[in-house]
């Protein structure tokens, strides 16, 4: 009889810990759920490189104010870096739209933009010349690209059909507390490129 009477006691107990983390855990919206293998199935980088990579869980608010999970391939190296940014970024309640390793689109850049997807690794050259992209590496990241787009400096804008309104949450400008993050960590934005705009684009520069 005193055994059930602990039973009982110790269920009544721990009863509100238990359905609060069951509700708070079906709260979290899930954008991407993979395996390592599956976030790098179908690249064509060489071994050497995707030995330095890791598939990292990230937490973001999204544009329906809710909080998502989602992943991004990424060097081991900036693990810290990049785990550090997306806190930053709840804190701020700064909107992450969704962040999907970017096999999801077929390896496609342009369609990872045109989604307002946010990314790392991709083994690809950069747009328009021979040399590897940082992001072959995963050493750098695009964060919500149809928010953020590339600005030329004849106007044209990429992805299509993009705005760049710093108004608008999800957008960075050099107000932006994440892009001081990001620089104190060693890395460079592409808001501040000198030939053309490429506000999404962050890239490792040096270890800090
Ligand atoms: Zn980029």
Not at 135 to 154: F, R
Request: hydrophobic letters at 35%; aromatic letters at 12%.
């Amino acid at each position: 009889m005193k055994k059930l009477f602990y039973i009982i006691f110790f269920y009544l107990l721990l009863t509100p810990f238990i359905s609060s983390s069951i509700i708070e855990s079906e709260n979290i919206i899930i954008d991407s759920n993979m395996t390592f293998e599956e976030s790098i199935k179908g690249t064509k980088a060489p071994k050497s490189i995707i030995d330095n990579l890791m598939l990292l869980d990230v937490m973001y608010y999204s544009t329906d104010k809710k909080l998502h999970k989602g992943q991004i391939v990424i060097s081991k190296s900036v693990e810290k870096d990049i785990s550090s940014i997306f806190e930053i970024a709840i804190k701020e309640k700064f909107i992450i739209e969704k962040c999907i390793p970017i096999v999801k689109y077929n390896w496609s850049d342009n369609k990872s933009m045109a989604n307002n997807n946010t990314s790392s690794f991709n083994y690809r050259k950069v747009s328009g010349s021979k040399n590897l992209s940082k992001h072959s590496y995963g050493l750098a990241i695009d964060i919500n690209p149809k928010y953020n787009p590339v600005v030329y400096k004849n106007g044209r804008i990429s992805p299509k059909g993009a705005t760049y309104d710093i108004n608008k949450n999800g957008t960075l400008s050099k107000k932006s507390a994440i892009i001081d993050a990001f620089k104190k960590l060693g890395w460079k934005w592409g808001g501040e490129f000198r030939s053309f705009k490429d506000y999404h684009h962050f890239q490792k520069i040096s270890n800090k």
